[in-house]
């Protein structure tokens, strides 16, 4: 069974949202034309790159357990407030999130480019998260251990797997882009990206390794599609656009990165 942020990465990458694609699991997206940067036969093995999910018997097990009892106490907190804030993951949604980190109101509008390449890259995450959560096949962790959740439990999010987190692995290399392409944010923008990823585990529908291997599985792809020649010539095409936003609407800095740093919520 699909992770639903790899399965449907590609539908989530021309706008439609997790909500959507979690109402109609008896209805699947008809498959898309692959549209990545990275050919199939040249992609990461993400099976053998990413380290196996902690067994039962595993003293990382016992932790994942612990932080998902643990994390259950911010329900109805401002933290709590925020993972349900970071359930979207559509190229709209991803780019208000990363608005405050990046300094710029960043939409699929005034960055078109920006936003035509993370469709494009989201094609090739949600690809290798798909290798590995097959693989690996872990169970979420409500399905240990009762508690709250900030996500509807939907019969496709039951059906799909733990590790690594899709999310953790599409923030991240969300980040790790508009680090490349704001350096001097580049201090907001991965606090943000961290954030994002570990809004899975306040909201207990991933355990704390699933977002670790998620920043790992997103630093491989973000590694390999230096590789294609399209790519940089498309991300510079965004280095342009972005660096205009920035000149032209400079925006305020934000309270939530300050906020979030130094700080994890488990």
């Known amino acids: 069974m699909r992770g639903i942020i790899g399965a449907s990465v590609i539908v989530m990458a021309l706008g439609c949202s997790e909500a959507v694609a979690q109402q ?7 498959p898309r034309p692959y549209r990545g940067f990275i050919p199939r036969d040249q992609a990461p093995d993400t099976r053998t790159i ?3 999910p902690p067994a039962a018997d595993d003293h990382r097990d016992s932790y994942d357990r612990h932080t998902f009892k643990s994390t259950r106490t911010l329900e109805g907190s401002p933290r709590w407030d925020l993972a349900k804030g970071d359930l979207p993951y559509t190229i709209p949604a991803m780019l208000k999130t990363f608005s405050c980190a990046a300094g710029i109101d960043l939409t699929s509008e005034n960055a078109p480019k920006l936003a035509d390449l993370l469709a494009r890259v989201g094609a090739d995450v949600g690809a290798s998260i798909d290798l590995a959560k097959d693989h690996f096949k872990r169970k979420r962790p409500y399905f240990a251990d009762e508690g709250s959740l900030c996500a509807p ?4 999010l039951d059906g799909s797997f733990d590790y690594p987190s899709g999310h ?5 290399t969300i980040g790790l882009i508009l680090t490349e392409l704001l350096p001097e944010r580049s201090t907001e923008l991965l606090i943000r990206a961290r954030a994002f990823g570990e809004s899975r585990v306040v909201c207990g529908v991933h355990n704390a390794s699933a977002i670790d ?3 790992t599985l997103g630093s491989v792809v973000f590694a390999r599609l230096h590789g294609s020649a ?3 010539t498309r991300l510079e ?3 342009a656009e972005v660096n205009a936003l920035a000149k032209a609407e400079p925006k305020e800095a934000c309270s939530l990165e300050a906020s979030l740093m130094g700080k994890t919520p488990y």
């Open 168 to 172: 953790s692995s599409w923030g991240w």
């Open 50 to 52: 990413m380290p196996p």
């Open 24 to 30: 109609s699991p008896a209805q699947p997206a008809a």
């Open 230 to 232: 399209d790519y940089r």
């Open 213 to 215: 291997a998620g920043r």
């Open 237 to 239: 095409d965004a280095r």
């Open 153 to 156: 439990r939907t019969t496709s």
